[in-house]
């Protein structure tokens, strides 16, 4: 689970979150929306230990960012906005060291079932560096995924992919969100419509709207949108 509780972030007196809280629980895939600068990806890296709140507090599977954030980036699967990747490396050896770097057990039978989840088969004899922007995102996924994490956090995932790569991606996003929670920001609806179970939408560092999407499209959403951020 992951339990966010009155979160702000103020830079040079800004607030880029102002006191966010919400849960998000196993099974669901939350979408994360908002307008550029609402405050996402600093959400996203405040829940992934990589910078601090000014106040309030988060914790992932009942462990705080604040006292136990080894234990949160354990638990957790990232995939930044700007995927920090190694070009020079091979695909397979990147993923390997990603693996050895969690301590996953069999890491070369892990590395081979992630290279086949995520669709890199037909790349993965390359260096990463050879890669279009759509499969270097699949590389990305794949190392958020490789040592099986409870919490997915996904900034842009869908970033660069064609048609025929969006419904592979958004199908292994979605069976991930199965067994896992996963918050995953993107501006686009129908990505959320075809993947999350729920869309939390942001506006000036503010939770302006939580919304199931049982029975919300994605044009009802965008008319959504455009409502709370106007």
């Known amino acids: 689970m992951i339990e966010v509780k009155h979160i702000t972030k103020i830079y040079d007196g800004q ?17 994360l929306l908002g307008p ?16 601090p709140p000014t106040e309030g507090d988060a914790t992932i599977g009942g462990h705080s960012i ?15 906005e700007h995927n920090p990747l190694y070009p020079d490396m091979y695909i397979r050896e990147f993923l390997r060291f990603s693996a050895e770097m969690y301590g996953v057990k ?14 890199l088969t037909p790349e993965s004899n390359k260096r990463i560096g050879q890669l279009s922007k759509g499969y270097r995102q699949r590389v990305g996924l794949a190392q958020a995924l490789i040592h099986d994490p409870q919490v997915l956090i ?17 199908a292994v996003i979605k069976n991930a969100g199965k067994e896992k929670v996963v918050l ?5 609806m129908q990505e959320v419509e075809a993947m999350c179970s ?11 709207s939580d919304d199931k999407l049982e029975h919300i499209t ?12 106007a």
């Open 15 to 31: 607030r880029a979150l102002d006191d966010v809280s919400f849960t998000a629980k196993e099974g669901e895939v939350v979408g």
């Open 184 to 188: 995953l920001s993107t501006h686009i």
């Open 218 to 229: 994605s044009q009802q959403l965008t008319e959504k949108f455009h409502q709370v951020t």
């Open 154 to 170: 996904l900034d842009e995932p869908t970033t660069g992919l064609d048609p025929n790569q969006l419904e592979e991606i958004r």
């Open 198 to 208: 729920r869309a939390i939408i942001i506006n000036h560092g503010r939770l302006v």
């Open 36 to 51: 550029n600068g609402a405050g996402k990806s600093t959400l996203m890296k405040i829940l992934t230990c990589y910078i």
């Open 106 to 119: 069999k890491s070369k039978e892990r590395v081979e079932e992630m290279v086949e989840l995520v669709g």
């Open 66 to 80: 604040y006292d136990e954030p080894l234990e949160v980036r354990r638990m957790i699967g990232y995939l930044p």
